[in-house]
């Protein structure tokens, strides 16, 4: 599946922004997807997944309670609301795609990426 993401950009902190992967190419709705984010020097690092469905989803500890995931299988997109945005949420945001059912946390866990979209926090 080919993923292309949307929507980021320079904000300050406490504001919001609305990342948004649009997919292509395969069934969309067989896909558990996920988000992930590198910042500069360090690891790519899990963000967030959701299932299928939309009724399980994960999300690392760091922006737990701020950033929920979801999707809309009729427009093959998921999304990522970002809020109460801090400095640290810099970074290169990726989507990411695999068949099946479990909500995985590693970059291996994932077959298909997108090319990213800057996110920029300021202070």
């Known amino acids: 599946v080919q993923l292309v993401e949307s929507g980021g950009g320079s904000v300050q902190a406490g504001g919001s922004l609305r990342l948004a992967c649009a997919a292509s190419?395969?069934?969309?709705?067989?896909?558990?997807m996920a988000w992930f984010r590198q910042a500069p020097g360090k690891e790519r690092e899990f963000v967030a997944a959701i299932s299928w469905s939309g009724t399980r989803k994960s999300y690392a500890d760091s922006v737990k309670g701020r950033f929920p995931i979801s999707r809309d299988n009729a427009k093959n997109t998921v999304y990522l609301q970002m809020n109460s945005l801090k400095p640290e949420d810099t970074a290169v945001y990726y989507c990411a795609a695999r068949v099946g059912n479990a909500l995985g946390v590693r970059q291996s866990d994932y077959d298909d990426w997108g090319q990213g979209t800057q996110v920029t926090v300021s202070s």
């Open positions: 190419g395969r069934t969309f709705s067989n896909y558990v």
